[in-house]
């Protein structure tokens, strides 16, 4: 696999981030890890001054739960891959709804196994910030999801109706570093 990394989002990547929620919205995929990118396609600067704001408790609107932003960068053609968002602080429903990490990988990139690995780039970021055990909630229909958690020593502890799909469930899982 070609190697690859996380990278804070910066003001040359704006076009290509744009077309990355274009390209999840055009397949219909939720906006997971994006930290919110797709309310701000029409003033990225604003959003990069947001993620600033969302890395500390002290600056992190109430509503928001503090964390980081990364794009997954593919090396040998320096193109953004995937986006991750790491929550170091969880409100109570986020804690079920949502977790510790949401991620997704551009469609035309999945099922090349790049899920797996911007998970574990994900982990290492929790491990340099102290982070001792993170949760990870994933829609029960989402099967390649699961399996990705599973392969990186994620173990299911709950499953509760989903706030987000009718008739579907998340399944909530807790990874020890």
Known sequence: MNELYLETPTIERQHEAVEYIYELEQNNLPYSGTGYLER????????????????SPLTCPDNVCPGFTYFLIRNNDDKIIGMINIRTK???RVKVHGGNIGYSIRPTEQHKGYGKEILKLGLNKCREKGM???????????????KIIKSCNGIMINSIPSLEYKNQRDLIYTITL
């Open 40 to 55: 701000y396609t029409n003033n990225y600067k604003l959003w990069l001054k947001q993620l600033k704001k969302y890395e």
């Open 132 to 146: 001792k055990k993170i949760t990870i909630v994933t829609n029960s229909e989402n099967i390649a999801s699961s």
């Open 90 to 92: 969880l409100t109570d």
